[in-house]
T-cell receptor, first 116, second 111 residues
Framework: DTEVTQTPKHLVMGMTNKKSLKCEQH?????MYWYKQKAKKPPELMFV???????INESVPSRFSPECPNSSLLNLHLHALQPEDSALYLC???????????????FGPGTRLLVL | GNSVTQMEGPVTLSEEAFLTINCTYT??????LFWYVQYPGEGLQLLLK?????DKGSNKGFEATYRKETTSFHLEKGSVQVSDSAVYFC??????????FGKGTTLSVSS
């Protein structure tokens, strides 16, 4: 089973709202990732967690706040977003850290976010 | 730095036609190489991968061979179907970070 689940599937929020995206995997993977994907573009890395610790933050604005409560869960807390933050947010996981052992990343279906 | 270059789309084919999507990479070491597919409205699915030179990845009739001498990982399928219509991303991993993606190639197959 290589399933990564994400909720919600769609989210519409105003610029003053606070919302959270959730990602879950039960493959025993120890690395988890958040990507942002704009239409007709490749995914862009936002954050990487390795063994529940944040290991990479790709200079993401503080209005995006990741959290890894345990090895199976990854959240992305959203606050005071801008319309340009509207995108597909993808979660991924891998057995170990990317590049460290020829790891394969498995992606979830994504959350399609619209900021009004 | 490390990068991935893949042919620009869209690629438009008739059903049962032969497909090639070119992908080349630059890397300081020996990365693993991947092809991901994204169907409309969905996330990325791993299509195939290769971890060392001369490895051939294959899945669902798609194939790609890791060519170190030409730094390429071209995707091929002998006979495409309408259901193969999607965006295809070539990617490499890079030690210490995560995946480096190409820009994606949109494939449209008509019956």
């Amino acid at each position: 089973d290589t399933e990564v689940t994400q909720t919600p599937k769609h989210l519409v929020m105003g610029m003053t709202n606070k919302k959270s995206l959730k990602c879950e995997q039960h493959m025993g993977h120890r690395a988890m990732y958040w990507y942002k994907q704009k239409a007709k573009k490749p995914p862009e890395l936002m954050f990487v967690y390795s063994y529940e610790k944040l290991s990479i933050n790709e200079s993401v604005p503080s209005r995006f706040s990741p959290e890894c409560p345990n090895s199976s869960l990854l959240n992305l807390h959203l606050h005071a977003l801008q319309p340009e933050d509207s995108a597909l947010y993808l979660c991924a996981s891998s057995q170990g850290l990317a590049g460290a052992g020829k790891e394969t990343q498995y992606f979830g279906p994504g959350t399609r976010l619209l900021v009004l | 730095g490390n990068s991935v270059t893949q042919m620009e789309g869209p690629v438009t084919l008739s059903e049962e036609a032969f497909l090639t999507i070119n992908c080349t990479y630059t890397a300081t070491g020996y990365p693993s190489l991947f092809w991901y597919v994204q169907y409309p409205g969905e996330g990325l699915q791993l299509l195939l991968k290769a971890t060392k030179a001369d490895d051939k990845g294959s899945n669902k009739g798609f194939e790609a061979t890791y060519r170190k001498e030409t730094t390429s990982f071209h995707l091929e399928k002998g006979s495409v179907q309408v259901s193969d219509s999607a965006v295809y991303f070539c990617a490499q991993d890079q030690a210490g970070t995560a995946l480096i993606f190409g820009k994606g190639t949109t494939l449209s197959v008509s019956s």
